[in-house]
């Protein structure tokens, strides 16, 4: 399914050798060469029915792809080929590198502060009360943000890194077909995610409406549409700016992503979900038409995205990591949900989405860079010597590369990061919980376990999937951020029963 294409290797063995300064003249064969595969590339790449095989670790537009030049296109793709080989990785110093992570990272939290504080709020509202289905789109829709918004970080990141977005007409060919692509999956995953959470919600209880399975269908399609589109912009700047500003994007970009996504997310599906049920009785023809409104734009952005070759081979393999995430992301929403009905839980709402955002955040952070180390020093399917082998926790801390300095940094901002949040939240009078010592403990201890597990997965999950001729930008991500997801819930509800069990029981704050 994956091919490399290693003319280029074979073509560098033919040509006379330099000169005493370096020069190498093309002999006549290779310029003609060089000439029919610019041209050939580049009628494929501007037709919509070309037939073209390109790899998904490609990370984004190839050299000469979309590029527009007829002028001194031999001199510039020359300049390219020898440019490409020895371009190394921006060069960053421990100091830097946490604190070009540090302002993000709080930046991103609070806005999952944020988040979790209008779940607070919303969970009241009677949409909320009477299609309690509801609460199991939440982790799914706040999973877009690493399905599609972190992704799309990630690879822009990338071709940021490796020279892709030098030129403006390739760079805003990239641009507009991934925001595209983002939306007819963002479309997609927000239907799906509305089947699941109407079978998943129709199971244990036994009872089906079709009217709350229309309303949950159109809110979840809306809501996953605007967010991205919202999201989409915001992301573009963040990466055209981290790039003019010289800062890494790896390190900027999958934060900023998450710290609007939560909110914006979370504020659209309350805001639609509450009218679309002030019309159920009056107007129940609405929510269809909603629903029908936004499915009927996907075609239109499908041609968009399939103009560009990269995201016109995402279009067609890149739904299996985005489907699945959804489903992991809704299997945290079904805990949710069944753990907000119960009195003992009752100050968990607050929680989740800082616990799972920081969580999704930080493994984001930590995938992208890896990504990023394989697209500079490893050909497709080849891995370096010190991830071959059987995988042991220790080898994602502690080693001298970049990666394990930058996993140890993630680690070590889990405690204070989370400490400064729960004060955020108590200081706001929010919540069901009193900061308990106790109480304190045990959320910590739940978040660094789900931190040092995702960031275990991770190590194993980017190599892996790079063996396998699979780009982790487009792949990993989603993962991670949905097993961030089902692992956050997961551990906050056993922590909230614990305490229940133990005695620390207080749920009459923020009431």
């Given amino acids: 399914m994956h091919c490399v294409d290693k003319r280029g290797l074979a073509m560098a063995d033919l040509g006379p050798k330099p000169d005493g300064n370096g020069y190498r003249p093309d002999p006549p064969h290779l310029e003609v060469r060089r000439h029919s595969d610019r041209v050939a590339r580049t009628s494929v790449s501007l037709s919509d029915g070309g037939d073209v095989r390109y790899s998904e670790t490609e990370p984004m537009l190839p050299e000469g792809t979309l590029s527009g030049e007829e002028g001194d296109a031999e001199e510039k793709e020359e300049e390219e080929s020898q440019r490409t080989p020895t371009r190394n990785m921006p060069k960053e110093s421990p100091l830097a590198m946490a604190l070009q992570i540090v302002v993000p990272f709080l930046l991103a939290g609070f806005g999952t502060v944020s988040a979790g504080m209008v779940l607070d709020i919303v969970q009241h509202w009677d949409a909320f009360k009477y299609i309690t289905e509801i609460f199991i789109l939440v982790p799914a829709l706040l999973g877009l943000k690493g399905n599609l918004e972190m992704t799309l970080a990630s690879r822009l990141s990338t071709a940021v890194n490796v020279g892709k977005m030098d030129s403006p007409i390739e760079k805003w060919n990239l641009i507009i077909g991934n925001l595209a692509l983002k939306q007819v999956q963002a479309t997609v995953v ?62 900027v970009a999958t934060p900023i992503a998450a710290s609007f996504g939560d909110l914006i997310t979370l504020a659209i599906l309350a805001w639609i979900s509450q009218g679309l049920y002030n019309c159920l009785d009056s107007h129940p023809y609405v929510s269809s038409l909603v629903c029908a409104f936004f499915l009927s734009l996907t075609p239109v952005w499908m041609v968009i995205s399939s103009k560009h070759p990269a995201s016109r081979t995402l279009l067609y393999s890149g739904w299996e990591p985005v489907i699945t995430a959804m489903v992991i992301s809704s299997i945290g929403g079904l805990i949710l949900d069944k753990t907000v009905s119960d009195p003992n ?63 140890q940094v993630l680690l070590l901002l889990v405690l204070p990061g989370h400490l400064i949040f729960l004060y955020t939240i108590h200081l706001m009078k929010s919540g069901h919980t009193t900061l308990t010592p106790i109480f304190m403990t045990v959320y910590l201890a739940a978040a660094l376990l789900q931190v040092f597990l995702l960031l275990c997965i991770a190590d194993w999950m980017v190599y892996s999937m790079w063996r396998s001729g699979k780009d982790p930008d487009s792949f990993s991500i989603p993962y991670l951020t949905a097993l961030g997801d089902l692992l956050g819930t997961a551990l906050l509800a056993l922590s909230f029963q614990f305490l229940w069990y133990i005695g620390d029981q207080d749920s009459d704050v923020g009431d």
């Fill in 190 to 251: 927000g239907f799906l995610a509305a089947v699941a959470a109407v079978v998943l919600g129709w199971i244990p209880e036994g009872k089906f409406q079709m009217s709350h399975a229309v309303l949950l269908c159109s809110a979840s399609v809306a809501t996953a549409f605007i967010a991205s589109m919202l999201q989409g912009f915001i992301m573009v700047g963040v990466i055209v700016g981290s790039k003019k500003t010289g800062i890494n994007p790896d390190n």
């Fill in 345 to 407: 839980l009752a100050g968990i709402v607050v929680y989740t989405p800082v616990i799972n955002g920081i969580g999704g955040n930080l493994v984001a952070i930590q995938s992208s860079r890896i990504s990023t180390h394989l697209h500079f020093h490893s050909a497709p399917g080849e891995v370096p010597e010190e991830a071959k082998g059987c995988y042991y926790p220790c080898r994602t801390f502690y080693g001298t590369g970049a990666n394990h300095r930058s996993a």
